[in-house]
């Protein structure tokens, strides 16, 4: 596993200051963690921040929104991105959730101060306020085609939405805890949804009606994640025809991260399990990579990828801090984490 270089404060706002200062470290497995800080010391004669490392670290290209580090000693350098905007007027405390449309032109997101919005991502402009939900909303995500959102709440209610006009089109009852996440089948057609009460749900969106659980783990369910299952993966039959009212379930794996430290995999048309994995605290996100392989981020700040194939043990274990995995994001040909303090 390579060596990790990160910066351990907002530098962005200290190095955008006449004089400021942020901390680095770089991190290699079994070894101690380096540890320095980078320092302005004003303006170049191009406006561009003159910025010194301290020992053991190099600075590398400079620019008014990024800067190169490196450390030798590690042979491993990262280029820091500040935000190319951001928005600070969407919501008033600590945003919880949030999504883009598949267009890219609007955002959706969801706050501790207890309002969900629809918002301009070109420039943060609140569209809409969604109000429906009774306690605080925990997920909201786009349907693929960008005009309706799909959210779930502490009131244990699944709600669709219309973004042109904040109307709520449809409410799904059937959980009897909180639910936690959410997943779109193919075009929308069926939606699923976890909660606290251990169940996951397949849902009818044209007859706003359940189609019945997929899982009933006995723990809380806090992440889900649909996928592709890949070709050789046994998905079982289901006990009985399913639902003419099921569209895009065939061959489809869902994945769900359990407060009870494991992460299961469920053939979502058969509803059959597939694998059992169990990990080293609660499970909080799970993702697809590919067909073949999934990460699951736990409380405990591992992140695990596995092979679908085969979850007797982990491809890798990923661990860079013991903050809580929160979310996981595929990129690329990686993947992008976020971590609780």
């Not at 609140?126 to 709440?153: A, I, K, M, W």
């Amino acid at each position: 596993m390579a060596a990790t270089l990160r910066i351990q404060s907002d530098w962005n706002q200290a190095l955008s200051r006449d004089e400021g200062e942020a901390w680095l470290s770089c991190r290699s497995p079994g070894k101690p963690t380096l540890y320095g800080s980078l320092t302005r010391r004003g303006l170049g004669t191009d406006g561009v921040p003159d910025i010194a490392a301290s020992e053991g670290f190099v600075v590398g290209e400079v620019t008014k929104k990024s800067i190169l580090i490196s450390c030798p000693h590690e042979n491993v350098s990262t280029k820091f991105l500040a935000p190319y905007t951001t928005f600070s007027r969407i919501h008033q405390k600590s945003v919880t959730c949030l999504d883009i449309s598949s267009g890219g032109g609007l955002g959706v997101s969801t706050s501790t101060d207890g309002t969900m919005k629809i918002w301009q991502a070109a420039n943060g402009e609140t569209r809409r306020l969604l109000e429906g939900h009774v306690h605080d909303v925990n997920c909201c995500r786009f349907f693929p085609s960008g005009l309706v959102v799909l959210s779930g709440g502490m009131d244990a209610q699944l709600k669709i939405w219309s973004a042109e006009d904040a109307s709520c089109v449809v409410t799904f009852k059937g959980h009897k805890g909180g639910i936690l996440d959410t997943a779109i089948v193919e075009r929308g057609r069926n939606v699923l949804s976890c909660s606290r009460d251990g169940t996951a749900r397949l849902w009818d969106c044209g007859n706003s009606t359940c189609l019945g659980p997929v899982a009933d783990c006995g723990a809380p369910v806090n992440g889900i994640a649909l996928g592709t299952a890949h070709c050789s993966l046994n998905l079982g039959t289901p006990e009985k025809a399913p639902s003419e009212r099921e569209v895009g379930t065939e061959g489809k794996l869902l994945l769900l991260a359990r407060e009870d430290k494991k992460l299961q995999g469920v053939g979502l048309q058969s509803r059959q399990p597939v694998f059992l994995f169990v990990g080293s605290d609660a499970f909080n996100c799970c993702t697809f990579l590919s067909s073949t392989y999934i990460l699951a981020g736990t409380q405990d700040g591992n992140i695990y990828q596995l092979d679908v194939r085969n979850t007797n043990a982990p491809v890798q274990v990923i661990h860079r801090s013991g903050a809580p995995v929160l979310s996981l994001l595929p990129f690329r040909d990686g993947f992008g984490a976020s971590q609780g303090k």
